[in-house]
């Protein structure tokens, strides 16, 4: 059983930063990938970035040049540094780990932008 829990969201004005955090626990001998989903009020959730073990990294279109995702193997923890916030960034996030096959999900953190 594998375990993750998120921390770092909360009220940012436009323009801020936020760093969000998610510690992955439990018997787990690798993690294939981590990522970040985000799902807005009124909208399905989606990924925003992930990270392989080897360090590839994905970002949709509107985070690039603002987010930055990063992994910790040894701690099981993966970042999400994000910068120049803006309104429509507001949704709960959600850590996604793939451990062999199956796809693990934190209980997610909000995060809100104030105009």
């Known amino acids: 059983q594998v375990q993750l829990v998120e921390s770092g969201g909360g009220l940012v004005q436009a323009g801020g930063s936020l760093r969000l955090s998610c510690a992955a626990s439990?018997?787990?001998?690798?993690?294939?990938?981590m990522g970040w989903y985000r799902q807005a009020p009124g909208k399905q959730r989606a990924l925003v970035a992930d990270i392989t073990s080897g360090g590839m990294i994905n970002y949709i279109e509107s985070v690039k040049g603002r987010f930055t995702i990063s992994r910790d193997n040894a701690k099981k923890t993966v970042y999400l540094q994000m910068n120049s916030l803006k309104p429509e960034d507001t949704a709960v996030y959600y850590c996604n780990a793939l451990v062999g096959y199956i796809h693990y999900w934190g209980k997610g953190t909000l995060v809100t932008v104030s105009s």
């Open positions: 439990g018997t787990i001998r690798s993690i294939n990938r």
